[in-house]
């Protein structure tokens, strides 16, 4: 069955960096479009970013902009996500997911928790 | 970036009520539109998508309308698993943007 385990998040201060990496199996990984979504403590969704198949697009969220970088590999079935300059507003449950209809899947989330 | 205003924010209702929540966008998405049920605890799950169609395995008491700017969900009559929040989300543009929920409480 489709399985996305998310991985890499932890307790960090502001201003330093962080790599999520989210492992994927049960549908063909090299064909989907990857997003990050990503939820604070007690609020609402928020998307992050995406990236093409084939890695050769990327958008960002406004707020990320400039300091997070997605990436994947597609031989290892992995998408990453590379958090950097992190801030507290930055705290949240960290979900990967294709963001389709079919399959329509999230990962259980990885929390990052941005704190001095 | 394309602004999702969803309404209300929260309401109660009980078992057996129809509920409509709604979503406005701040620019043309077409029918772009899906919606998402999220319970404590739970990534979201996908109820709606192209603001009308039902996601396989979704209890018929789900419908979606609108087009353009304007859209609703409807729960004809709710049942006590539909206790949840609701968000919209946008797949017309990047950045892809989320209505900013609507929590189903029990009245």
């Known amino acids: 069955q489709v399985q996305l385990v998310e991985s890499g998040g932890g307790v960090v201060q502001p201003g330093r960096s962080l790599r999520l990496s989210c492992v994927v199996s049960?549908?063909?990984?090299?064909?989907?479009?990857m997003h990050w979504v990503r939820q604070a403590p007690g609020k609402g969704l928020d998307w992050v970013a995406v990236?093409?198949?084939?890695?050769?697009?990327?958008y960002y969220g406004d707020s990320v902009k400039g300091r997070f970088t997605i990436s994947r590999d597609n031989s290892r079935n992995t998408l990453f996500l590379q958090m950097n300059s992190l801030r507290v507003e930055d705290t949240a449950l960290y979900y990967c997911?294709?963001?389709?209809?079919?399959?329509?899947?999230w990962g259980q989330g990885t929390l990052v928790t941005v704190s001095s | 970036a394309i602004q999702m205003t969803q309404s209300p924010s929260s309401l109660s209702a009980s078992v057996g009520d129809r509920v409509t929540i709604t979503c406005r966008a701040s620019?043309?998405?077409?029918?772009?539109l899906g919606w998402y049920q999220q319970k404590p605890g739970k990534a979201p799950k996908l109820l709606i998508f192209?603001?009308?169609s039902l996601q396989g395995g979704v209890p018929s008491r789900f419908s979606g309308s609108g087009s353009g700017t304007d859209f609703t969900l409807t729960i004809s009559r709710l049942q006590p698993e539909d206790f949840a929040t609701y968000y919209c989300?946008?797949?017309?543009?990047?950045?892809?943007?989320f209505g900013q929920g609507t929590k189903v409480e029990i009245k």
């Open positions: 049960g549908f063909t990984f090299r064909n989907y479009g």
């Open positions: 997911t294709p963001l389709t209809v079919t399959p329509d899947s």
């Open positions: 620019q043309d998405i077409r029918n772009d």
């Open positions: 192209a603001a009308s």
């Open positions: 990236i093409w198949p084939d890695g050769n697009r990327k």
């Open positions: 989300l946008q797949d017309n543009d990047y950045p892809r943007t």
